[in-house]
């Protein structure tokens, strides 16, 4: 089992920054890749980044490239997830996963045995 917890969210305005950090524990020894998804309110959750855990490659939705930038902290078994210039779209709730098995789609959300309990963003225009 792999415990999450994530930390960070909160309320700003269109333009603004946050950071948010998700602190794995457990068995954090077998991941493969953590990421994050979002949920706005009626929509689907989607993925917005993720990183393998071994060689540290990032990946990126579309919409967030550029803007958003994710990280991890192996002897910390943290990663976070740095949102510059934030839009109004980007509200939801965000929550971080991870994928234990080898070869998992970073974008599949069914590859993501484990989730945090979420952090809501909102970002006012």
């Known amino acids: 089992q792999v415990q999450l917890v994530e930390s960070g969210g909160g309320s700003v305005q269109a333009g603004g920054s946050l950071r948010l950090s998700c602190a794995a524990s457990?068995?954090?020894?077998?991941?493969?890749?953590m990421g994050w998804f979002r949920q706005a309110p009626g929509k689907e959750r989607e993925v917005v980044a993720a990183?393998?855990?071994?060689?540290?490659?990032?990946y990126y939705a579309d919409s967030v490239k550029g803007r958003f930038t994710i990280s991890r902290d192996n002897a910390k078994n943290t990663i976070y997830l740095q949102m510059n210039s934030l839009k109004p779209e980007d509200t939801a709730v965000y929550y971080c996963?991870?994928?234990?098995?080898?070869?998992?789609?970073?974008?599949?959300?069914?590859?993501?045995?484990?989730w945090g309990q979420g952090t809501q963003v909102t970002v006012s225009s």
């Open positions: 457990g068995r954090t020894f077998s991941t493969f890749v």
């Open positions: 990183v393998r855990w071994d060689i540290g490659a990032t």
């Open positions: 996963a991870n994928a234990p098995r080898y070869g998992s789609s970073w974008r599949a959300s069914y590859d993501y045995d484990y």
